[in-house]
């Protein structure tokens, strides 16, 4: 159980164009999910965390218009790269709390994007 | 806020020999501890956490890892290494309070040698 998908697994674009990355709890509800953005050989990085129903919050120095997120369901929420440029190339990672309750005790983790942008 | 030190960046050990990777962390109130591991290109498989209780908490995969509150520490242990368990390890610590925010220490790579 636990299990949090994401989609697609690898994607290399023209600069320029959007990317959209699905996450999804695939058997549990999720109210809270999360983005994280990992550079090669460093630690994850919270990006923004997402709600479902709301906007998200996202970190301090994020550029919400760059990274537009969106949490459409209880199961899905998803990150649209805008108009990417190569330095957005990354590994993008999302999580998931299981609801009930909103004091959850573990965050699931998809199984990350990487992205490379030419 | 809270923080996390893994100060190994990188650490090898022989397989079956055992393993403790290091974790400190800074935070004003009891925290949310984490291990979790990371193979390449991968996302992150939790291996234990810790909320309160025992302070030593056991994990998947044969490992566990002590709370030490005097200390702030929350090192990951293991007996014996497989060759299987070369990866990234990252520690984490999330606030009691909220989204459960996490935020992860900058990892430490795992190699096994024969």
């Known amino acids: 159980g636990a299990v949090v998908s994401q989609h697609p697994s690898r994607v290399i674009c023209k600069s320029g164009t959007s990317v959209k990355i699905e996450c999804r709890s695939l058997?549990?509800?999720?109210?809270?999910m999360f983005w994280y953005r990992q550079f090669p050989k460093q630690s994850l990085m919270l990006m923004a965390t997402?709600?479902?129903?709301?906007?998200?919050?996202?970190e301090q120095g994020v550029e919400k218009d760059k990274f537009l997120i969106n949490h459409a369901s209880l199961t899905l929420s998803t990150l649209t790269v805008a108009s990417a440029h190569p330095e957005d190339s990354s590994f993008y990672i999302c999580?998931?709390?299981?609801?009930?309750?909103?004091?959850?005790?573990?965050?699931?983790f998809g199984p990350g994007t990487r992205l490379l942008v030419l | 806020a809270q923080s996390v030190t893994q100060p190994d960046i990188h650490i090898t050990v022989s397989e079956g020999a055992s393993l403790e990777l290091r974790c400190n962390y800074s935070?004003?109130?009891?925290?949310?501890l984490f291990w979790y591991v990371q193979s390449p290109g991968q996302g992150l498989q939790l291996l234990l956490k810790?909320?309160?209780?025992?302070?030593l908490v056991q994990g998947i995969k044969g490992f566990e890892a002590e709370f030490k509150r005097s200390q702030s520490s929350f090192n990951l242990r293991k007996p014996s290494v497989h060759w299987s368990d070369a990866a990234e390890y990252f520690c984490?610590?999330?606030?009691?309070?909220?989204?459960?925010?996490?935020?992860f220490g900058t990892g430490t790579r795992l190699l096994v040698s024969p």
């Open positions: 999580s998931a709390n299981p609801i009930p309750g909103m004091f959850q005790e573990t965050q699931y």
């Open positions: 058997d549990f509800q999720a109210t809270t």
């Open positions: 997402s709600n479902e129903g709301s906007k998200a919050t996202y």
């Open positions: 935070y004003g109130a009891t925290p949310y």
């Open positions: 810790y909320f309160s209780g025992d302070t």
């Open positions: 984490a610590v999330g606030a009691q309070t909220g989204f459960q925010k996490l935020v």
